[in-house]
């Protein structure tokens, strides 16, 4: 795989204008855990994100991931 979760979250936060601040903010209103914008870096700096993460971060954002077989 080519592109990683960090340039593709990057790339979303970036088309829909929201900091990573923001997502911080979220996640930590969601999950009731401490996020913290430098948390939230290095989570991606060390590409340690969850996936329920993930999937809660493009939710906030208003995406969906969408899986399909290979051709």
Not at 38 to 56: C, D, P, Q, W
């Amino acid at each position: 795989m080519s592109i990683k979760v960090r340039e593709q979250i990057k790339s979303l936060l970036g088309a829909k204008g929201v900091t990573m601040k923001e997502v911080a903010q979220m996640l930590a209103d969601k999950t009731s855990k401490n996020y913290s914008l430098a948390n939230l870096s290095s989570k991606l700096k060390r590409g340690t994100l969850t996936y329920n993460e993930v999937l809660m971060i493009i939710d906030f954002l208003g995406y969906d991931i969408e899986f399909k077989e290979k051709t």
